[in-house]
């Protein structure tokens, strides 16, 4: 059974960083696509940023150039790197697989992590 545990949110002020990172568990890592998406109040789930298994990536237009994703497929493992934080960027990041950069997400979603950007 396929798990992916979100981890690395919370409460930081306009223009700090955080680093979240994802471990999944029951797929051969390797294999897939890696995304994050994020969900703010009120809003639709949105896709982040993509990192497919020879490390092409892909990101929304309003996190080029503040956010990097990455992956680490031995330890099973993609990180999401986000600097210069915005308010706007307060949601619920959630990851997710894809066979490749632009399919749809495979797996039911989990309980994702907070990231709060307030003064």
């Known amino acids: 059974q396929v798990q992916l545990v979100e981890s690395g949110g919370g409460l930081v002020q306009p223009g700090e960083s955080l680093r979240l990172s994802c471990v999944a568990s029951?797929?051969?890592?390797?294999?897939?696509?890696m995304v994050w998406y994020r969900q703010a109040p009120g809003k639709q789930r949105e896709l982040v940023a993509a990192?497919?298994?020879?490390?092409?990536?892909n990101y929304a237009d309003s996190v080029k150039g503040r956010f990097t994703i990455s992956r680490d497929n031995a330890k099973n493992t993609v990180y999401l790197q986000m600097n210069i934080l915005k308010p706007e960027d307060t949601a619920v990041y959630y990851c997710?697989?894809?066979?490749?950069?632009?399919?749809?997400?495979?797996?039911?979603w989990g309980q994702g992590t907070q990231v709060t950007v307030s003064s």
């Open positions: 990192i497919n298994s020879g490390g092409t990536t």
């Open positions: 997710n697989i894809k066979l490749g950069l632009f399919g749809a997400p495979l797996y039911s």
């Open positions: 029951g797929i051969i890592f390797s294999r897939y696509a």
